[in-house]
């Protein structure tokens, strides 16, 4: 009955509209951080023929192999650091490596220096150093297999490049369980909301004129925002899945989420009953969650790894325990917290 | 001390009060009464400067009401004092002493007479946890902790019990002989006509009736004769063993009289009973046309 | 404005909120901050393992080479190696030996493979470490340099306004135009703004950001390709967030005590007592600002202090200050508008959520571009770098956050009246109160348009960020946003007026109205031509935004003067589209705004088509 009263009353304020349009923005937000980042990165952003990069100095030929081994840049070779530098300044290349044989300090071998030169300023900064480094790190290969007789053990050889997205790891490991969190954690604090808002406006008072118990009314309030989070979540997985991101075990996955969302709940309605008044109350609703989600770390599974094992369909025996540990302590809180409302005198408020 | 000018206070479309004209004088208690929705409380809340009113003139001990000086001679008491619910009573009227620029030690020692003689204990207990009445005490002494000269009490006896009740009443009745100019908004009219010196009779946002209560109770109010019998008379009804008729005039009484003699009785007992502020109120409200009759013309 | 009396009122506030907050909020809030510290404590040391930990299934024998690498990184679960298992979908990549033996097919086994790539690079990388011979573990040494490219156009100019400006002669209008879009580049001067020379002492490649780097991230400085740092704003991020994250917590408890004051009319004593409702808004806002401003100096001196940042003092502390002002003012209007706390909660929300976007989104670019500085997070930034900040940078990121503040809590102090404060209403409508309150006559539309400006200004500089990376594409996108936010700002109040019956809804009113609104957003837009002083349209992006504010340079006198005047026809027509429509009803209203962002997108493509080319 409350609870339905408190659905509608949602609806009706057209806030859980808002509450959907906030959380899309909240997930495009922080997409759009990663792929905007990035994109940054990724070489195929640039023109086709990728980097120039100039190769000058007396290790230019190995500079030279090291460039053209990589994918995305292309070696230019000049006779003379100045030549090189014209050509930078010039905008012909984008970058330019001077590499000198040295001695190292303490003279027990010979160092290869190198000094690169990336644009100030440019929008395309970024990704040169990153395809700089890349180089360099190919030519630093490169240089210890052929001194592979001094070292004790010998580099492994790397496995072949993969085409990978790379917003992959981030979509699971981020993005699914930022937006199957968001809606337990709103749950939460509306739920700190409603229970303060009767009791500062007084209208618990009249509510307990009406044949209801104080349980009634707490079960009522608290099992329509329990039921808002998974209903949200489903929506987020039916959108991913619109968008070409499979997620794997949604049941599970909305068990969880059904979990979490009973246990925020259930600690918001607490602290609402206990502080009565909604600035404190949602002051330690905020920071107390956010600390047990970060503490969660010190499980063998973060929530977070939970979600991404489970979507990306790698879970665990592990991971299933965790879920059902959830859901356990998802029903013992919430027969707790009724009992401990049953006993509250609804004066005392 | 208080002289308002064909008020006018629309909100969009809907006008909550037009063409109000009343002046108050110093020491006065001015009653303004009438059913839920009639402005009284748009009226006060004008006269405290807190809504501007859409057209007309207002003044307030001398002060234009849009003035922050006059605030420092008015004491508002809002129909529902809502309070700061984790101050204590103390904490609570030293905050609004200070708003008033009151010393402190004239703050601390106007505080504990009034809450003294308002009998309020627990002075370092959270408002919260309170009850209505004393919260209403509080509220009350905080509308005096500027020694106002002008008090606006909106329902001061809204929502409490009736002994509580009566308390207020009979406080602010004591204020009002102390000399404060005190205007005074209720439904209940048995308070106003307690102690009301002149009331103004509000409908539908205007003032459709005013003057003292004497003089309203001549324009619309009813004297009844309740004459008892010792025999049975035309209309009476029985009660105890006698006969009581109602008229409405003398004239009425004398018939009776010779009505009962004519039958070989007479007559036992003739009250008077005036028509309360309430009948003539519903008196007020029926006969209410638009361009009504003015009993005192300002 | 009485100081006095807003102090009494701020003492007051605290002190009532000392009161409010127990004891034992207090210590549950310890307890709670000591337990954060410990968790992150556990984190760094290591004790905890990464979110992705267990995504990839890897078949490795033990006796492959690969076994360490992949038992080393728990993102990867180690099983035999089976060919039934790929096939299940249960192993996304099967070695043996160092052979892969089975071809990445699906997102997730490419993504495994990448991940393993990298995986095996950094072990590498440790084993190199223990080696006794470190030359021939580290053959190479790298210094990074950043030079600017002279000859190259798309470089975006980091120098000095002064320096530029002296290059080919301001502009006959003496509006400031500037020469073009930076063909010519900038002579440098000194060592700040020559090459950087770095590397050799290690991973200060991030363009100044060498001790929080090596701070934050522990590693040793050493001169090695690894240690190459892109200039990739991470450090930026950090301290971005950590100066944000703070003003949250005070949104929270200032839209909860703004909203109080509206609850059960507890407002209204106050309002009554002589004390103006600035004086009360101010007061109410102080502690809350001198809150937000402690925890925020706490901040940048702890990081000053503990060495994990180059420099920080008072002008990352002042720059942080407009947005606190931000923050708190976008709380307070929508606790003005909210009418319950859930709806506060949603509302505090989305003031985050844009909020952190707007200050946060630019900041990442800090080391890349000078847009980062719409955001005065990258003022923040910076000066913790221990770079030198100029008046204008600072002028620049400043003043639109300021000012947008300003006309928050002079919309919202608008509804901070009895008739509006206690009053349920739906937040539309009470959006157009808050704009019709300010309405007096008809040359209130002047007002109105002018004071939206911050608005349109951090609005438009928003959308410049946030579409600028997009490249050539993100001009025509970022004219539909300015044109979408112009029409809106400039006949929106012009609506409220219409009704909420300020404003007769005559044929005449409606051109005079419309007329002087588009003369008010005239005038504000040429006297905030600030933008000039930043260059911003050496940007071609920045330039499409802002394009009926700056003439170009280089055309005659005439054609300057009729490029002065045409922006004002453009801005009076469409307000006065606008207006017209608004006269009636809000469908009409609707299609009018539409009509005005159809010409004013018209007039713009033409300009930016036929002169910035």
């Known amino acids: 009955m409350i609870a339905r009263r408190d659905l509608s009353s949602l609806s009706r304020e057209k806030t859980i509209v808002l509450a959907l349009v906030i959380q899309l923005f909240v997930a495009a937000f922080s997409s759009f951080l990663v792929v905007g980042l990035t994109s940054l990165y990724d070489p195929s952003s640039v023109e086709s023929d990728g980097i120039a990069i100039g190769v000058t100095g007396d290790a230019s030929q190995a500079l030279f192999e090291a460039v053209a081994e990589t994918e995305g840049v292309r070696p230019v070779a000049f006779d003379s650091p100045s030549d090189a530098r014209r050509a930078f300044d010039a905008g012909r290349v984008n970058a330019v490596l001077t590499g000198q044989y040295a001695a190292t300090p303490n003279g027990d071998g010979k160092i290869l220096q190198v000094t690169a030169t990336a644009p100030e300023g440019s929008i395309r900064t970024t990704l040169v150093v990153v395809q700089l480094r890349t180089v360099l790190k190919t030519l630093e290969r490169n240089e210890r297999f052929e001194r592979a007789n001094s070292l004790e053990r010998v580099p492994l050889t790397l496995p072949p490049e993969a085409d990978a997205s790379p917003y992959f790891s981030f979509t699971y490991t981020v993005l699914i369980p930022l937006l199957l969190f968001l809606p337990p954690f709103i749950s939460g604090s509306v739920a700190v909301d409603t229970v303060t808002e009767e009791i500062e406006r007084g209208t618990l008072e009249l509510l307990r004129v009406a044949p209801v118990s104080l349980l009634d009314i707490v079960d009522g309030k608290s099992l329509a925002m329990v039921a808002l989070a998974p209903a949200q979540a489903a929506l987020w997985l039916l959108l991913l899945s619109l968008n070409g991101i499979s997620v794997a075990n949604p049941l599970a996955l909305l068990v969880f989420v059904s979990a979490m969302a009973a246990i925020v709940v259930v600690f918001g309605v607490v602290l609402g009953l206990q502080m009565g008044r909604r600035r404190p109350a949602q002051l330690l609703y905020s920071v107390l969650t956010l600390v047990v989600f970060g503490a969660a770390i010190l499980l063998p599974e973060h929530p977070a790894t939970t979600t991404a094992k489970l979507a990306v369909d790698s879970p665990t025996l592990l991971t299933y325990g965790h879920v059902g540990g959830y859901v356990a302590l998802a029903v013992a809180l919430f027969a707790i917290t009724r009992r401990y409302v049953d006993r509250i005198e609804p004066e005392s408020l | 001390m208080i002289d308002a000018r064909d008020l006018r206070k629309e909100y969009g479309d809907f006008v909550a009060v037009e063409g109000s004209t009343f002046s108050v004088d110093q020491g006065e208690v001015f009653g303004v009464i009438g059913p839920n929705g009639a402005g009284k409380t748009t009226t006060l809340k004008m006269l405290s400067g807190l809504l501007e009113p859409t057209g007309g003139e207002v003044s307030v001990a001398g002060y234009d009401v849009t003035d922050t000086e006059m605030r420092q001679q008015l004491g508002f008491l809002p129909e529902a004092s809502p309070l700061y619910e984790e101050m204590t009573p103390k904490s609570y009227l030293r905050f609004f002493a200070d708003l008033y620029d009151v010393p402190e030690s004239v703050a601390t020692e106007r505080m504990h007479d009034t809450l003294d003689e308002l009998e309020l204990e627990h002075r370092d207990r959270k408002l919260g946890d309170m009850s209505k009445g004393m919260k209403r005490k509080v509220a009350i002494a905080r509308s005096l902790i500027n020694d106002p000269d002008v008090l606006l009490y909106d329902e001061p006896a809204s929502g409490l019990d009736p002994l509580t009740t009566n308390y207020v009443i009979e406080f602010t009745q004591q204020l009002a002989e102390e000399g404060k100019t005190i205007v005074f908004s209720a439904h209940n009219l048995y308070h106003v006509e307690t102690i009301c010196d002149r009331v103004a009779i509000m409908n539908e946002g205007r003032i459709v009736a005013r003057g003292d209560l004497d003089e309203l109770q001549d324009e619309y109010g009813q004297r009844e004769y309740h004459v008892y019998t010792t025999v049975e008379v035309p209309d009476a009804v029985q009660e105890n063993g006698h006969w009581r008729r109602v008229v409405d005039s003398m004239d009425g009484v004398d018939s009776v009289r010779e009505a009962a003699t004519e039958r070989g009785g007479g007559v036992l007992d003739i009250r008077t009973e005036e028509s309360s502020l309430e009948e003539v109120f519903l008196n007020v409200a029926e006969s209410e046309t638009p361009g009504t009759r003015y009993v005192e013309d300002a | ?613």
């Open chain 3, 1 to 613: 404005m009485n100081l006095r009396k807003l102090l009494r009122i701020a003492r007051w506030e605290v002190t009532k909120n000392a009161g409010g907050v127990d004891k034992r909020t207090i210590a549950i809030m310890g307890l709670a901050v000591v337990a954060m510290v410990a968790v992150a404590a556990v984190a760094v040391a290591g004790g905890a393992s990464g979110l992705d930990s267990g995504l990839y299934r890897v078949g490795i024998e033990e006796s492959s080479p690969y076994y360490a690498p992949a038992a080393d990184d728990p993102a990867f679960l180690v099983r035999e190696p089976s060919t039934l298992a790929v096939a299940r979908g249960n192993q996304e990549l099967r070695f043996e030996g160092t052979e892969l033996r089975n071809r990445p097919v699906t997102q997730k086994e490419k993504a495994a493979l990448g991940e393993f790539r990298s995986s095996v690079d950094s072990y590498n990388s440790r084993q190199m470490a223990s080696e006794d011979n470190q030359t021939a573990a580290y053959p190479v040494a790298v210094s990074l340099v950043y030079l600017e490219q002279r000859g190259v156009t798309d470089t975006v100019q980091t120098s000095d306004r002064q320096s530029s400006s002296d290059g080919s002669s301001g502009s006959a209008s003496g509006d400031g135009s500037t020469d073009g879009s930076g063909s010519n580049g900038s002579d440098r001067t000194g060592g700040s703004t020559g090459a950087t020379p770095t590397g050799s002492d290690g991973g200060t490649a991030s363009g100044g950001l060498s001790g929080l780097g090596a701070g934050l991230t522990g590693g040793a400085a050493s001169g090695t390709p690894s240690d190459i740092q892109p200039p990739f704003p991470f450090e930026s991020l950090v301290l971005a967030f950590l100066f944000i994250v703070p003003m949250n917590f005070v949104i929270q408890a200032y839209g909860s005590t703004m909203l109080s004051e509206r609850l059960n009319r507890r407002g209204e004593l106050l309002l009554v007592s002589p004390v103006s409702r600035f004086d009360i808004i101010a007061g109410k806002t102080v502690p809350y600002l001198l809150g937000a401003m402690g925890v925020i100096t706490a901040i940048t001196l702890g990081l000053r202090l503990s060495g994990l940042t180059a420099g920080g003092g008072p002008v990352a502390i002042l720059a942080v200050m407009p947005l606190a002002l931000l923050f708190l003012s976008a709380t307070f209007c929508g606790a003005m508008f909210a009418r319950s706390f859930k709806e506060l909660t949603f509302v505090t929300v989305t003031v985050t959520v844009s909020l952190t976007s707007y200050a946060f989104v630019p900041a990442i670019f800090t080391d890349v571009t000078p847009i980062a500085l719409i955001s005065p997070l990258t003022i923040v930034v910076r000066d913790l770098q221990g770079q030198a900040i100029s008046l204008t940078d600072f002028a620049f990121s400043t003043t639109p956050p300021t000012l947008t503040a300003l006309v928050l809590f002079g919309l919202g102090a608008g509804l901070y009246r009895e008739e509006d404060m206690f009053t349920q209403r739906a937040l539309p409508l009470k959006m157009l109160d808050a704009l019709s309150g300010r309405i007096k006559s008809k040359w209130s539309a002047l007002k109105l348009s002018a004071l939206l400006l911050p608005f349109v200004f951090v609005a438009e500089l928003a959308a410049v960020a946030l579409l600028f990376a997009l490249g050539e594409v993100s001009i025509p996108l970022v004219l539909v946003a300015v044109v979408v936010i112009e029409e809106i700002a400039k006949s929106i109040h012009l609506y409220a007026g219409f009704a909420s019956g300020r404003y007769r809804r005559s044929l005449r009113a409606a051109v005079a109205v419309g007329a002087l609104s588009g003369l008010g957003f005239f005038l504000a837009e040429k006297f905030v031509a600030i933008i000039q002083l930043v260059q911003l349209d050496d940007i071609n992006t920045g330039e499409a935004a802002f394009i009926t504010g700056t003439p170009p340079d280089g055309v005659s006198p005439l054609l300057v003067t009729l490029l002065l005047l045409a922006p004002l026809a453009l801005h009076a027509v469409t307000a006065m589209v606008s207006s017209l429509g608004a006269r009636r009803n809000r469908r009409s209203y609707a299609v009018a705004v539409l009509l005005a962002m159809g010409i004013h997108f018209a007039y713009n493509y033409t300009v930016v088509v036929t002169l910035v080319q």
